[in-house]
């Protein structure tokens, strides 16, 4: 009998793809707030459960003797400016769902093998040039407080006897969501560029890397707490955005100052466009995990290729 996974924020970007990777090695089980978006979504691949994202319910029993839970769900931070009820929105969907999960795993008389969590490179803050690992400190800012607020929840998990991992993610980079149409978008108009100086770093995975990752870290029962889910090889954006532009056969000639950035978009601009993170996923590359995609412009043509080819064939 196939082991079960239960998979929180199976209807998002990484969760679809989570889902389509793992059918069939295992039993699936999605929670959402919207089972019957669910069902369409992600039905075929999974059996839908409905959660209010806050508490453990009646979904609950399925936690008992499942090999992993993935807890993925959680507002997007990178869609408009933050207010105060945005800002909110941000921590309560994080840390309401990372509660629900612990009260869930706390309760089952057959614990699960390993809890995954999702936090972020947010966690670092800001760092400028510094090279950062799983073992950095914390930085300032928002993005940072939600990170170690969700990872402190998760640390109850580790007192209840049960492996429980952080996963740190950068920007994941696929066609179907994520930072990749919105920043590839201003190319096919001729107006690539950069925001701000172009000297901020910029940590990234690819889809398919991020899924394989996390299945490692289901699979691996050595690795555990905070770790770092981004390609060994991060760029500045304004590298990022030169690879863009070969890949897409398009200059990357326009440049936003950060302040009309900042005018536009408040904090969010400075957290989530102008944040400089230089992470590398230490305990991935100690562990042995193999990147498919370790170099920036190889992913972005598997993406944006076959996004073309895909537009052509259509």
Known sequence: ???????????????????????????????????????????????????????????????????????????????????????????????????????????????????????????????????????????????????????AIGT???????????????????????ALPRLAAPFRFFLGGHVGSGRHWFSWISLDDEIEAIRFLMEDPNLRDACNLTAPHPVTMKQFVGILGQVLHRPAWTVVPGFAVRLALGQMADEVLLTSQRVIPRKLIDAGFQFRYPDLKAALETELCQTENDHESG
């Open 1 to 151: 009998m196939a082991k079960r996974v239960v998979i929180a924020g199976a209807t998002g970007f990484i969760g679809r793809a989570l889902c389509r990777r793992l059918h069939g090695a295992y039993e699936l089980i999605a929670l959402s707030r919207d089972a019957k978006r669910a069902v369409g979504a992600v039905g075929e691949y999974a059996k839908v459960f409905e959660w209010d994202a806050r508490t453990a319910s009646t979904w609950a029993a399925q936690v008992e003797g499942a090999h992993a839970i993935i807890n993925l769900a959680g507002e997007n931070v990178a869609e408009g400016r933050w207010r105060q009820s945005k800002r909110d929105s941000i921590t309560q969907s994080r840390t309401n769902s990372a509660h629900a999960i612990v009260d869930a795993v706390a309760g089952a008389r057959k614990k699960p093998s390993v809890v995954i969590q999702a936090s972020a490179v947010g966690y670092y803050g800001s760092r400028d040039d510094e090279t950062l690992h799983e073992d950095s400190p914390s930085g300032s800012g928002f993005l940072a407080e939600v990170c170690r607020k969700v990872e």
């Open 156 to 178: 109850r998990i580790d007192r209840v006897g049960v492996r429980y991992v952080a996963i740190r993610t950068g920007a994941v980079l696929g066609r179907e969501g994520g």
